[in-house]
């Protein structure tokens, strides 16, 4: 064997293993998955999809270039596995008329120990939306809004001195009448409830922030309140809104079960993937914010918006509502 070839054949063997340790992190994967609600770990790989992807389509180049065809045919399984996940997201049903009124939304979770109070400000400003919602408000960021001197009326604040503080604005005395509102699992995250008088239109408004899934607790007390919400929801005989950083992907089980339960149309059908968290980490990035709504409630523009200092990036739409 001559030094060309013998590189080649070295050059074939890393590819090989290359694809070997793709293909099994994104085959595995699948076994966690199908057990996500069994043990709230396994729950966490249901959030990356796409990360799986570009690892197996690694592993599908690597396996070509070596000539393993058919382990090559067998990534293909697991990479149609997560990828229809991803795919589903850009999958747009036909919108039907609306009509001329828009309802513009902001979702922001400042991050608490963020300090470019400026940038927040601005971006706040500059996207012209009816309703605010702003998360991770501690008593340091209340007073901070409330010098900020925004084109917004403070219409009910529930500062807190960890990361579940909560804020709601409007612009014109859009909102009748607004509560905070607590699960019943205790130290879990406030939500804000409203009601919204949107161009002679009322609203039922749910803005909320559940706990992160950082360990049982955390994960359970999500799911409770995303129950409890839904629950919410399904009473109601006005168009609802939820909004809010929910701490879970629409790959997750239990995202799914609140659509099921509640009754309501995520905003992101149709819009693509729209990654928001985290910053500062992109090759981890998926989407956690998120708005729900009535099905004669339409998106007609949900945008992801740019670094503000926060390990979240603002949620934007634009909703109407359908003729009917």
């Known amino acids: 064997m001559n030094a060309t070839s013998a590189q080649s054949f070295s050059l074939r063997r890393v590819c090989a293993f290359t694809g070997h ?23 966490l790989f249901t959030h990356f999809p796409l990360q799986y992807c570009a690892g197996l389509l690694v592993a599908l180049l690597c396996y070509i270039f070596a000539g393993h065809w058919r382990l090559a045919t067998l990534v293909l399984l697991p990479l149609a596995a997560h990828g229809a996940k991803v795919v589903a997201l850009y999958a747009e049903s036909e919108k039907p008329q609306v009509h001329d009124e828009r309802l513009t ?13 400026d940038d927040v400000f601005n971006h706040i400003r500059s996207q012209n939306a009816d309703i605010v919602l702003l998360m991770e408000i501690d008593f340091d960021w209340m007073k901070r809004i409330e010098q900020a001197q925004l084109p917004y009326r403070i219409v009910i604040a529930e500062p807190r001195s960890d990361t579940s503080g909560i804020v709601l604005l409007d612009r014109g005395d859009i909102v009748e009448a607004a509560k905070i509102v607590t699960p019943g699992v205790e130290f879990t995250a406030p939500s804000i409830e409203a009601t919204l008088c ?13 706990s992160p899934p950082k360990g049982e607790w955390g994960a359970n007390a999500r799911n409770v309140q995303l129950a ?19 701490n879970l992907t629409p790959f997750s089980p239990y995202f799914r079960d609140f659509v099921d339960e509640s009754g309501l149309v995520s905003s992101h059908e149709g819009f693509g993937y729209q990654w928001s968290w985290p910053v500062e980490i992109p090759l981890l990035a998926i989407p956690i914010d998120h708005c729900l709504h009535s099905p004669f409630l339409v998106t007609l523009q949900r945008e992801i918006g740019s670094d503000i200092g926060s390990d979240h990036k603002p949620l934007k739409l634009v909703l109407a509502r359908a003729r009917q």
């Open 198 to 210: 949107w161009r002679g239109e009322r609203m039922a408004f749910m803005g909320t922030h559940p």
């Open 228 to 246: 409890e919400i839904a629950e919410w929801a399904k009473k109601q005989t006005l168009p609802v809104v939820v909004i809010g950083d929910l």
């Open 21 to 43: 340790l793709g293909f099994a992190a994104g085959a595995l994967t699948l076994i966690p998955i199908s057990l996500a609600k069994m043990w709230w770990p396994f729950e």
């Open 105 to 117: 939304l902001l979702s922001v979770n400042v991050l608490r120990f963020n300090e470019r109070y």
